[in-house]
């Protein structure tokens, strides 16, 4: 089983759509959660980052996390044209460990 | 959040060579994390390089294959060594820590032919 499961999509939307994008991972030892974005040919950009369970909102992204369901997700409202992207969940044990565990990453696609 | 420079940003290189892979910080930083994006897979840890100290390397990546240099707080490299077509993928360079989350550079997209 791997550490943590993301569905590849692809994923396709019209513009302005609400988009709901999931993860669930296996270890309930994972303490911190990311999202991030990967455009083409370009480094993954961090996008939301929490700690522990719960909501984290920034603009049109909302993160959410579900630790008793090992639960991962994020939405984003009003989609945009320039929100096509690879969207890559990761997580992290935290403590003296750095190594991120990412999901294989959904391709998205915001179509206008 | 600190930026990164990587170089080169793509390269296509032939089988039995080398090639060494530059990350530069606009920040002293304590530790370098260096990634392998695979086609079609996850980003995969390869290494952790703190300066002054031996790089630590995951579970199958050896040091003879991928030699890490750390000379200062804000550099790194990495080399692969010997390649194949095997080691065709993206390599990314990271800096951050658990409390403020982890940058990446843009990656060095690397084919073996």
């Known amino acids: 089983q791997k550490e943590v499961e993301q569905d590849p999509g692809p994923l396709s939307v019209p513009e302005g759509a609400i988009v709901s994008l999931n993860c669930t991972y296996s270890?309930?030892?994972?303490?911190?959660f990311m999202w991030y974005r990967q455009y083409s040919r370009k480094g993954p950009e961090l996008l939301m980052y929490?700690?522990?369970?719960g909501n984290k909102e920034d603009g049109r992204f909302t993160a959410q996390v579900d630790k008793s369901s090992k639960y991962i997700s994020l939405f984003i409202r009003d989609s945009q044209p320039s929100d096509s992207a690879t969207y890559l969940c990761?997580?992290?044990?935290?403590?003296?460990?750095?190594?991120?565990?990412f999901g294989t990453g959904t391709l998205l696609a915001v179509q206008p | 959040s600190a930026v990164i420079s990587q170089k080169p940003s793509r390269d296509i290189c032939q089988r039995g060579t080398s090639l060494t892979i530059q990350c530069q910080v606009d920040s002293q930083v304590t530790m370098m994390f260096w990634y392998r994006q695979q086609p079609g897979q996850s980003l995969t840890l390869i290494a952790t390089?703190?300066?002054?100290?031996?790089?630590?390397?995951e579970s199958g990546f050896v040091i003879d294959k991928f030699p890490i240099s750390r000379p200062n707080l804000t550099f790194s490299t990495l080399t692969v060594s010997n390649m194949s077509p095997e080691d065709s993928s993206i390599y990314l360079c990271?800096?951050?820590?658990?409390?403020?989350?982890?940058?990446f550079g843009s990656g060095t997209r690397l084919t073996v032919v």
């Open positions: 270890n309930s030892a994972f303490q911190y």
């Open positions: 990271s800096v951050g820590s658990p409390n403020y989350g982890y940058t």
């Open positions: 929490t700690y522990s369970s």
């Open positions: 990761a997580v992290l044990y935290g403590g003296a460990t750095n190594k991120l565990i």
């Open positions: 390089a703190n300066q002054g100290s031996e790089a630590t390397y």
